[in-house]
């Protein structure tokens, strides 16, 4: 089946660094692909959604300055958490979808962010 | 605005079945998902079913939509430790446009008892 690979798997840094965090699709196009973020014993929460060639939209709630999303071509989609806290720390995961409905979505491995 | 609901934990004996419960608000999903998420992974998509079907089995998965009750379930026969894991029940109000992202429940924890 389709692969979608996140990367890092884990990231530790310091309060006030720029994180960036990869999703890529490994064997299909993905024209849209999701940013989510879990909270531990807490649900999946969606944070945008990302377009190729086009600017993300934002869930409500979610500072668009702080989580800069790139989706700058069909396979590769980037979300960088500028200035990280600790109150950012979370687990991320992306999804991409190759296909017009969610059937064919498929999940990134996520990534751990750890800010000290 | 949409909403998912699913219990946190169920604990079942090896050998058993598990039936994993959740139930949605919003009346205009039109397909419903089964993710499973092992410690520290992604999401693996399990099983889906759309909204015009009563039922749909996959091997030892079968899941159950009520949909005048907005209920759904997700019966695994014969639980193996293996099965261990977080499930999360997952819904897409299909509005025929774009591609939206999912709301999904908290996740169910399946604890097997040796």
């Known amino acids: 089946g389709a692969v979608v690979s996140q990367h890092p798997s884990r990231v530790i840094c310091k309060s006030g660094t720029s994180v960036k965090i990869e999703c890529r699709s490994l064997?299909?196009?993905?024209?849209?692909m999701f940013w989510y973020r879990q909270f531990p014993k807490k649900s999946l929460m969606l944070m945008a959604t990302?377009?190729?060639?086009?600017?993300?939209?934002?869930e409500q709630g979610v500072e668009k300055d702080k989580f800069l999303i790139n989706h700058a071509s069909l396979t590769l989609s980037t979300l960088t958490v500028t200035s990280a806290h600790p109150e950012d720390s979370s687990f991320y995961i992306c999804?991409?979808?190759?296909?017009?409905?969610?059937?064919?979505?498929?999940f990134g491995s996520g990534t751990q962010l750890s800010v000290l | 605005g949409e909403d998912v609901e699913q219990s946190l934990f169920l604990s079942v004996r090896e050998g058993d079945s598990s039936v994993i419960n959740c139930t949605y608000t919003d009346s205009s999903s039109t397909y419903l998902y089964w993710y499973k998420q092992e410690p520290g992974a992604g999401l693996q998509l399990l099983t889906y079913?759309?909204?015009?079907?009563d039922m749909k089995q996959d091997q030892r998965l079968t899941v159950l939509l009520n949909k005048k009750d907005k209920h759904l379930s997700l019966r695994i026969a014969d639980t193996q430790t293996g099965d261990s894991a977080i499930y999360f029940c997952?819904?897409?109000?299909?509005?025929?446009?774009?591609?939206?992202?999912?709301?999904f429940g908290k996740g169910t924890h399946l604890i097997i008892q040796p």
């Open positions: 999804s991409a979808n190759s296909g017009a409905t969610n059937e064919k979505l498929f």
């Open positions: 990302s377009n190729e060639g086009s600017k993300a939209t934002y």
């Open positions: 064997d299909f196009q993905a024209t849209t």
């Open positions: 079913i759309f909204s015009n079907m």
């Open positions: 997952a819904e897409w109000p299909y509005s025929g446009g774009g591609a939206d992202g999912l709301t």
